[in-house]
């Protein structure tokens, strides 16, 4: 996808932060954008932040948690604008109890919001997305927490992050058919209120480990900045969209400690072999697809 114009986007934590960088970066580039929250104040402070933009920005309240309201969501979204072409799933909590310390309330908790939201908005959007036949994007906003090790506080975060990732790279192969690309945001430390939110979920639960980290992130980069990485990677049709190059050696080094233990190579058996050879083969050819899409969005 290279023009955003007339394009059709929907973005889940959108009133704040990362959701409102990429929404006025896609606003900006004449995209109408649909702007779903669970937080009634940040979505009037969005609506007046982007008041400018007239009817090119709709707003919607919404827990990502409520399956039904995230189909009456989608509903709203080809009522107010058509078809949807570009979806973030973007919306996340943090909750910083110490991965061992963690109950089953917890990671319900977490998983419900991060994993189960994207999940909600991959199965709400996607068939409508893949019936209009337009072609589109679906950007999942995964972390810099779901490629590198985390402390014990962020584990639970961490979790759903790789989780996010492992989905996305999967779902990206699996829609090269049918011309929709999938991204996997995973931004370092970012100006948001993901913090603050966190307290507010959980003030009884946090790790005094966390009391280190800021309750303001003016230092961190700008939400606006995220939201044009974000533009630019949909239009190159990046399987991953990072924002801080400053992980890169760490992650290098993070992959050449899983190389180092690798066994040595040996010859599978034929049977084996076979399977392994048609999977390559499955995905070479999809990776080929998204290298040179047939009907370019």
């Known amino acids: 996808m290279k023009d955003f114009a007339n394009k059709t986007a929907f973005i889940t934590g959108g009133a704040s932060g990362i959701g409102l960088g990429i929404a006025t970066a896609l606003l900006e580039a004449g995209a109408r954008v649909v702007i779903a929250d669970i937080e009634a104040a940040h979505l009037a402070e969005a609506k007046a932040t982007l008041a400018g933009h007239g009817g090119a920005a ?35 909590t943090g909750l910083a109890v110490p991965i061992e310390d963690a109950g089953y309330e917890d990671w319900d908790l977490i998983l419900s919001v991060n994993l189960g939201g994207t999940i909600n908005g991959i199965v709400a959007f996607l068939p409508g997305m893949k019936a209009h036949g337009e072609g589109g994007h679906i950007v999942n906003t995964s972390s810099m927490a779901g490629i590198i090790p985390c402390p014990s506080w962020a584990g639970l975060y961490s979790t759903t992050k790789f989780a996010i990732r492992g989905l996305s790279e999967t779902l990206r192969l699996s829609l090269a058919p049918v011309n929709i690309g ?9 100006d948001t209120r993901i913090m603050t939110a966190e307290r507010r979920l959980r003030p009884e639960g946090h790790s005094p480990d966390t009391d280190e980290w800021p309750q303001k992130m003016e230092f961190a980069m700008k939400p606006r900045e995220v939201g044009e990485r974000v533009l630019e990677g949909i239009r190159r ?8 190059g400053y992980f890169r050696e760490e992650v290098a080094e993070l992959f050449a400690e899983i190389l180092a233990e ?9 049977e084996e072999k076979a399977i392994e050879d048609a999977r390559r083969r499955d995905i070479a050819k999809r990776k080929a697809m998204l290298a040179n899409p047939a009907a370019p969005a």
Do not use: K, W, Y
């Open 237 to 244: 049709q990046s399987a991953f969209i990072f924002t801080h």
């Open 182 to 190: 999938v991204s996997t945001l995973c931004p370092g430390m970012v």
């Open 58 to 92: 709709h707003f919607i309240p919404l827990d990502v948690r409520d399956r039904e309201a995230m189909h009456r969501a989608a509903q709203e979204t080809v009522q107010v604008f058509g078809h949807v072409h570009i979806l973030c799933n973007n919306a996340g």
């Open 262 to 270: 690798f066994p040595p190579s040996s010859e599978p058996c034929a």
